[in-house]
């Protein structure tokens, strides 16, 4: 049984920065990489970054040069996102999953708000 865990969320100044984490157990430990996705009110969920096991990473567009994605290598199944620079636009929920998504089940994500 797959779960994720993510956190690290909150309210923030645009320009500001969090960090997110995300905890995943179960057979996603097979899987080669491993992503953050968001979904903003009224919007589809995208994918916002993804790293594979070697390492390699994949931005969203609207994330690169502003958000940095890793894993613990010591524990493969823990991702951050440390995202910097934060917009009014990227208020929305972040979730982590397969990188690329597989199809599995997602967890309650974390929320993210920017405003003044």
């Known amino acids: 049984q797959v779960q994720l865990v993510e956190s690290g969320g909150g309210l923030v100044q645009p320009g500001g920065s969090l960090r997110l984490s995300c905890a995943a157990s179960?057979?996603?430990?097979?899987?080669?990489?491993m992503g953050w996705y968001r979904q903003a009110p009224g919007q589809e969920r995208e994918l916002v970054a993804g790293?594979?096991?070697?390492?390699?990473?994949?931005y969203a567009d609207s994330a690169k040069g502003r958000f940095i994605i890793s894993r613990d290598n010591a524990a493969l199944n823990t991702v951050y996102l440390q995202m910097n620079s934060l917009k009014p636009e990227d208020t929305a929920v972040y979730y982590c999953?397969?990188?690329?998504?597989?199809?599995?089940?997602w967890g309650q994500g974390t929320q993210v708000t920017v405003s003044s």
């Open positions: 790293i594979v096991r070697g390492g390699s990473a994949t």
């Open positions: 999953n397969t990188f690329p998504y597989l199809g599995g089940p």
């Open positions: 179960g057979t996603i430990l097979s899987f080669n990489g």
